[in-house]
């Protein structure tokens, strides 16, 4: 019930500490894109609503009978492949059919080296450059956690390398 107050807002007194109604995501986003992150981990049992709201350009707020016209663009992401889940039985085919108008497939970090260090530099910000043998170690890292590892790493040498010349990997 909380998952659907997000996506499709809520009434007044709908569910408990629900003080007063909101328009959820679907309606903030109106007339623009609307990002669902992790689209995979939509529980089986809410991607009915999520199918309704796409086909039907209509979201109904939690505790109530009116449905709210809604003009959004969805950009889903995920990291599974959400084909193996359709055949596992753990996504629905007509939702994925709704959600792959237009499908972009981006290898895994460690598949685009060429991209580390310049992501790497955008993220680290004004922090002092690396040593060759510590953007060595980048390169060779295998980045299990993708984009957000790097992101994180970067924070982490932000934080620790004040007044630092150089980033080494000691």
Not at 4 to 19: P, V
Request: aromatic residues 6%; proline residues 5%; glycine residues 10%.
């Amino acid at each position: 019930e909380l998952l659907a107050a997000e996506l499709f807002g809520h009434t007044q007194g709908a569910y408990s500490g629900a003080t007063g109604a909101r328009g959820g995501l679907f309606v903030a986003a109106q007339g623009g894109t609307l990002f669902l992150d992790e689209i995979a981990e939509l529980p089986l049992d809410q991607q009915p609503a999520l199918l309704r709201a796409l086909q039907e350009g209509r979201v109904r707020p939690v505790g109530s009978d009116r449905e709210v016209p809604v003009d959004v663009r969805v950009v889903a992401a995920t990291h599974r492949k959400l084909d193996d889940l359709v055949e596992a039985g753990t996504f629905r085919a007509d939702l994925l059919g709704r959600l792959a108008g237009f499908r972009v497939e981006l290898p895994g970090l460690a598949a685009r080296k060429e991209e580390i260090l310049a992501l790497y530099e955008r993220f680290v910000g004004d922090a002092p450059p690396l040593t060759s043998a510590a953007a060595e170690l980048l390169l060779r890292h295998a980045w299990p956690l993708n984009v957000r590892e790097l992101e994180h790493l970067a924070e982490r040498v932000r934080l620790v390398s004040r007044g630092a010349e150089r980033v080494d990997v000691d």
